[in-house]
């Protein structure tokens, strides 16, 4: 099992930008493709970005493409995504999940492992 604790949500104004972090702890050979997910007020949670264990191959969803960078460092087994800017439409909890399988994935079922989520408001 694995442990991911997400941080740097907070409030910003449109335009601006936020750094997220999650920390992985536990078994983290299971962290092969880590990914970010949000959810918003009301609504499903979606997929925002997805990156392999050699931080070579990204995956992005269509609506954060351009303005949101994953990236990772392995040696301190953590995960940033990298928001800039941010729009109203932003404003969700974010999370952090991983999973062990050698692809990027972008469906939730395909991640074993969640962390609770960072809140991330953007104001108009």
């Known amino acids: 099992q694995v442990q991911l604790v997400e941080s740097g949500g907070g409030l910003v104004q449109t335009g601006g930008s936020l750094r997220l972090s999650c920390a992985a702890s536990?078994?983290?050979?299971?962290?092969?493709?880590m990914g970010w997910f949000r959810q918003a007020p009301g609504k499903e949670r979606e997929f925002v970005a997805a990156?392999?264990?050699?931080?070579?191959?990204?995956s992005y969803a269509d609506s954060v493409k351009g303005r949101f960078t994953i990236s990772r460092d392995n040696a301190k087994n953590t995960v940033f995504l990298q928001m800039n800017s941010l729009k109203p439409e932003d404003t969700a909890v974010y999370y952090c999940?991983?999973?062990?399988?050698?692809?990027?994935?972008?469906?939730?079922?395909?991640?074993?492992?969640w962390g609770q989520g960072t809140q991330v408001t953007v104001s108009s």
């Open positions: 536990g078994r983290t050979s299971s962290t092969y493709t």
């Open positions: 990156i392999n264990w050699f931080g070579d191959k990204t």
């Open positions: 999940a991983a999973t062990s399988r050698y692809f990027i994935a972008t469906l939730l079922a395909n991640y074993d492992s």
